[in-house]
């Protein structure tokens, strides 16, 4: 046969009929000799046979039938490998060297394009025997099929029902593994461990399951923070009570106790439990009683609980709509709805059907798109409210960006300028936005809400009328305007402001007070612009007196005598050191600069000084910064609070207190935790109001700590003509007052002196103090005020003169007269005395006949004071206690009638109940003591607080803290200072801090006490559930501050014990995770409302990840408190000292945000170079 079936004719040998034998040698080629003709149609007739069997489209299910395979023709070969072929090509790993030993892998017409080129690639390499051996399989009969042989059920004429197949192949994993695979049995689930039919009581069957105990050993106890636990917790209890019983209420709940021999019987009858209750009695032979009720019972008590939480939020639900559908004007009751939703989204939904466990994504901003919604709704029904709005801008800031957060704010200024807690929180949005941030915005900024303000005030602002405290409110952002420059570095202009603010309030001339605000300023500005002396500065007279002088022709310039050439510092002093690193000199020269440069510079005319000899034109203040910021102030009480909030800006401990609204964005120091003398002296220990306010001039890095006590030179001569220029200003008592500031001053930096232990710079400032107060007590005025006396003695005291002290006591209480315990000075004089003479007693042993008592009894005589010699009659000391009792009854009897009043009784009271506990202690012992302060206590108990906080709030001065707390104060103070001397327990005093804590939680002096206790302890716990319950009941950040400080604390103590060189750890202090734990606080204070923008909480907390020396944690902290805090120079200052490195970054960040740079690199450079 031919090779090619077209040339066949050509290719056969015939006889030549007329064509010639070359032409038959060409086509020679063609003939194959080896080719049978036979089996090539044999072959070809079986493949069209088993193409026409198959249809185009068959089912993919295949069977073989024996019998049928039998009966049937030969199938092809081919078949059966394609067959294989698809098999194969469904495993992962093909053998590719079995491939090549299977025989037939011709295609045909059936096989798939796919297979096709691998065939004819095969088809190519097999020869002639191969192909014979494919034709010779195809005679064999189906007995000769191996058991893998497969057809298409549809391939199958007369199928049968019994279509099987038997495998005759063994498995050789058999003999490798003990049992079956398991895909190849049959699995169903087993209930319980027994098995029907046979005697529990005598047999058992031992199920060897090791699927079922690796189960059971991945399954561990759910904790209570899992989802299945939270959502149970979370829902509400279900009432205990009978239904069908009456209401009565009965003495106990009944207990119904189940029969003992129950249970076994219900194993034995309901082995797998897959009865009801109902048949497992029926099973026993019992009956059944209550069979109908029992079922439902139990299904009742198993539903009951959803059914419970849904029933009652479904009636929370309804009932908030109802309110806000009823009257849609009542705003606290659509703060309430938006408020529940928190709660409605912790339990499970009322709107789930039944039956139904809800799946939901309990995600936050679904609860703030529901809030929002609510809000939106409230809005349009109560358009005017700027609560609602507020709300709904907080809600807002969550998911919106900050320029469309911007746009809303300014939107909502414009509809209400007229409202200063609106104008507050303005403010602070503005100031603590990174992104838009720079110094000179936001300065402008608060000159705009002053002005704008001021003309609400004035009334030429028509279309918004003027809000109750609107004065007050506009005083308290003047502050912070200063306190925000002062942390941004312009200290300059901070002085400036209150400088010119104090001239334009009490230095106002007659003939501007009826013009309007903004006409006074313009007058204002030529006194400012004139060069003249302004208050703080020599020979200040104020802008009256220059008005004055300039209608009748000028000021006739003297000249200055005194040279403050030794003043001027050379810059080359300023490096003392140049082999120090480079960011080490940049913060030394920076603070040095700070501490000497925070006045503003003004060129002098006797020196014939220009504006263009300043060699840093920043320290220049000009008036367009700080005109658009004066204001009016009319109240006597805000002038006052003026003149206090100046002094404290300068670092003079003054009585009163900064206003809440910006307590914490101006804290800063971290001094707050410094409890002067506290330790050795609990006494007398001095807690100075303000403590975490940096003053001027010292900007201190959080490692370094504070530099210098006080001011340089020019700061305390300025201080000194502020004095001097108020002492001009006030008559009388008033003047008193500033110089019992002064004097407090002057002690203040005494007592830094003893927390340092610098003794010679002690020595100098005694001296300096000591000159002053002999001065202050020479005035008319004060020769007579007990309270200059009392505080000069105790500067003597201070300063280790205890006999001098004394002297000036006895001469103080000698001239006082026979005022008794009726006079506030008397009483707080003695009183002083008195606990100074107690702390040095070493124990309570003979102390009735002390120097303290003397004092005590003789105030309570009301006579004529005798020195103490050295005996106390018992008679006397009698009448005392008599005297002290009668007088306290009649003080807490009382009721002042006016606020002043009000005033100088709690000072009476809180004088008079010290001396009369320290009198009881000394007398009688500790528990006479504490008993007088709880009746005092008691007596001031439930309307105290709250009354004297709003009488505060009203006259605009919070100058005295309550009278509840000052006895608080006393009487932890006497109970420490007893711990101190004698064996005492500790929980007397824990309670009275707590208790008190609990009422004052902003209280500092109470909270340094309280950790102070608490540092010695060895279980936290109890600390800790404190701080936790405090923290959730206030808004105030100190009990933040202090729970880290405590932990902290804790952490240096177990650190010092590890690292003791003792040969042994002390094993009585157990306690890991500290670090984690303060991390956590630091982070959920962060994160409250007044901690977002307090400067000093993000400064601790950079400088703990900094000590634990995650660099790359702290870098992304820094940014973090940036974030929220971009005004506080000392951030930057502290993260300059974290990370050296960075330097030239932190400075250009600092430029950009138009922070003071005093020292710029270049200058810096210049400076190394000489």
Request: hydrophobic share 35%; net charge neutral.
């Amino acid at each position: 046969m031919a090779l090619f079936p077209a040339f066949a004719d050509a290719a056969e040998p015939r006889k030549p009929t007329g064509s010639s034998e070359g032409s038959r040698k060409e086509l020679d080629w063609l003939s194959n000799p080896s080719f049978s003709t036979e089996d090539a149609l044999l072959l070809h007739q079986r493949t069209t046979v088993v193409a026409d069997l198959v249809p185009e489209k068959s089912p993919l299910t295949r069977t073989t039938s024996r019998s049928e395979l039998s009966g049937e023709s030969d199938t092809d070969e081919s078949l059966k490998q394609s067959s294989k072929k698809r098999k194969k090509k469904k495993k992962k790993h093909h053998h590719y060297k079995k491939k090549k030993k299977t025989k037939g892998d011709s295609s045909s017409s059936s096989e798939s394009d796919l297979d096709t080129k691998h065939t004819q690639d095969k088809a190519t390499r097999s020869g002639r025997n191969r192909e014979k051996e494919a034709a010779a399989n195809l005679d064999k009969k189906a007995s000769n099929l191996t058991s893998e042989r497969f057809v298409w059920l549809d391939d199958i004429q007369t199928s049968t029902a019994e279509t099987f197949r038997i495998d005759k192949k063994p498995d050789p994993a058999n003999w490798a593994y003990k049992s079956l695979y398991r895909g190849d049995i049959a699995r169903y689930k087993r209930r319980g461990d027994s098995c029907l039919g046979i005697d529990a009581k005598k047999q058992c069957i031992m199920w060897d399951s090791s699927s079922s105990k690796k189960k059971q050993l991945q399954r561990r106890p759910e904790r209570y923070f899992t989802k299945t636990n939270v959502k149970m917790l979370n829902t509400d209890g279900i009432p205990v009570c009978n239904k069908n019983s009456p209401s009565e209420t009965t003495a106990f709940i009944p207990v119904f106790q189940m029969e003992t021999g129950e249970t076994s019987d219900t194993t034995e009858v309901n082995p797998l439990g897959i009865y009801d209750s109902s048949t497992t009695v029926w099973l026993q032979g019992k009956g059944c009683k209550n069979a109908d009720h029992e079922p439902v019972n139990t299904q009742q008590t198993i539903q009951e609980p959803g059914v419970n939480v849904d029933s009652i939020l479904m009636s929370k639900v309804e009932e908030h709509n109802k309110k806000v559908r009823e009257n849609p004007r009542d705003i606290n009751a659509w703060m309430e709805f938006v408020s529940f939703q928190d709660e409605l989204m912790r339990g499970p939904s009322p709107y789930a059907s039944k039956g139904e466990h809800e799946v939901r994504r309990k995600s936050l901003k679904l609860i703030l798109e529901k809030k929002l919604a609510i809000l939106e709704r409230a809005i349009e029904s109560n358009p005017s409210n700027v609560d609602l709005k507020l709300a709904r801008l907080k809600l807002c800031a969550e998911f919106w960006e900050p320029p469309a957060l911007l746009k809303e704010w300014q939107k909502l200024i414009f509809l209400h300028p007229n409202n200063p807690e609106l104008w507050k929180k303005y403010l602070l949005f503005c100031q603590s936005q990174f992104t838009t941030f720079s110094v000179s915005k936001i300065n402008s900024l608060y000159g705009k809400c002053l002005t704008t303000l001021a003309a609400v005030q004035d009334g030429s602002m028509v279309s918004h009328p003027l809000l109750p405290g609107t004065e007050e409110a506009m005083l308290a952002i003047f502050i912070q305007q200063c306190h925000f420059l002062r942390q941004a570095g312009h200290s300059e202009k901070a002085v400036s402001l209150f400088q010119a603010l104090i001239d334009f309030t009490f230095f106002k001339p007659d003939s501007v007070k009826d013009l309007p605000t903004r006409g006074q300023v313009e007058f204002f500005e030529p006194f400012w612009d004139s060069g003249e002396p302004r208050i703080g500065e020599k020979g200040a007279r104020g802008w009256k007196a220059w008005m004055h002088q300039q209608e009748k022709g000028g000021w006739v310039t003297l000249k200055s005598d005194d040279d403050d050439d030794d003043e001027e510092i050379d810059e080359d002093e300023e490096i003392k050191d140049k082999t120090l690193p480079k960011w080490r000199i940049w913060l030394d020269v920076e603070y040095s600069r700070e501490a000497r440069h925070w006045l503003p510079w003004r060129p002098d005319k006797t020196k014939k000084e220009t504006e263009e000899d300043c060699e840093d034109p920043e320290r220049q203040v000009l008036f367009d910064d700080l005109g658009p910021s004066l204001i009016r102030l009319s109240n006597p009480n805000l002038q006052h609070q003026l003149l206090y909030s100046f002094l404290q800006f300068l670092g003079v401990p003054c009585t009163s207190k900064l206003f809440p609204s910006n307590l914490y964005i101006a804290m800063d120091e971290n001094n707050i935790f410094d409890s002067v003398l506290s330790d050795e002296k609990p006494l007398t220990s001095v807690g100075f109001p303000l403590s975490g306010f940096n003053s001027i001039g010292h900007m201190d890095t959080m490692l370094r700590g504070r530099h210098h006590i006080g001011h340089y030179k020019e700061g305390e001569e300025f201080i000194q003509n502020v004095f001097h220029s108020l002492f001009l200003l006030f008559p009388g008592k008033e003047k008193t007052n500033l110089s019992i500031f002064w004097l407090q001053y002057e002690i203040s930096k005494v007592l830094q002196c003893l927390q340092a232990k610098k003794k010679k710079k002690l020595k100098a400032q005694g001296k300096k103090s000591k000159k002053l107060a002999k001065n202050l007590l020479k005035a008319p005025d004060n020769r007579n005020h007990l309270s200059l006396w009392k505080l000069y003695a105790y500067l003597e005291w201070l300063l280790g003169n205890i006999n001098d002290a004394r002297k000036v006591f006895d001469t103080a209480l000698s001239t006082a007269g026979t005022g008794g315990l009726k006079s506030p000075q008397l009483c707080s004089l003695t009183l002083l005395y008195a606990q100074l003479e107690v702390e040095l007693l070493e124990s309570t042993e003979g102390a009735v006949m002390s120097r303290a008592v003397h004092i005590l009894t003789k105030l309570a005589e009301s006579g004529p004071y005798v020195p103490y010699s050295g005996q106390v009659l018992s008679v006397n000391v009698l009448k005392a206690r008599k005297t002290y009792e009668n007088a306290l009854q009649d003080h807490l009897s009382k009721i002042p009638i006016s606020d002043q009043a009000q005033v100088s009784d709690a000072d009476q009271l809180v004088s008079l109940v010290g001396c009369y506990a320290l009198f009881q202690y000394l007398t009688v012992g500790i528990d006479a003591a504490v008993s007088v302060f709880a009746q005092t206590s008691e007596k001031l108990g439930a309307p105290g607080p709250q009354k004297c906080e709003n009488a505060g709030e009203s006259v605009g001065i919070q100058n005295f803290p309550t009278v509840l707390e000052a006895v608080t104060l006393l009487h932890t103070n006497l109970l420490r200072f007893h711990m101190k001397i004698s064996v005492y327990p500790l929980n007397p005093l824990r309670e009275a801090l707590t208790e008190a804590l609990k009422r004052y939680p902003s209280n500092q002096s109470l909270w340094r006490s309280y950790i102070h206790i608490q540092r010695k302890s060895h279980s936290a716990s109890k600390a800790r559930r404190f701080f936790d319950g405090v923290t959730r009941s206030t808004n105030s950040l100190e009990p933040w501050l202090f729970a880290i400080q405590a932990e902290q604390m804790r952490k240096k103590l177990i650190e010092n014990v590890q690292r003791a060189d003792v040969g042994e750890i002390y094993s009585t202090i157990p306690e890991t995770g500290l670090t984690n734990r303060i991390i956590a606080l630091f982070e959920h204070a962060v994160q409250s409302e007044n901690g977002t923008h307090c400067p000093l909480l993000w400064r601790m907390y950079l400088n703990f990840l900094a000590s634990l020396g995650k660099q790359e944690q702290s870098k992304g902290l820094f940014y973090k408190a940036l974030q929220n805090c971009p005004w506080a120079k000392v951030l930057y200052m502290d993260a300059i000292e974290y990370f050296p490195d960075h330097l030239q970054e932190t400075l250009d960040l600092m430029t950009e945000k138009e922070l003071r740079v005093r020292v710029p690199m270049e200058e810096l450079d210049l400076l190394l170079e000489v």
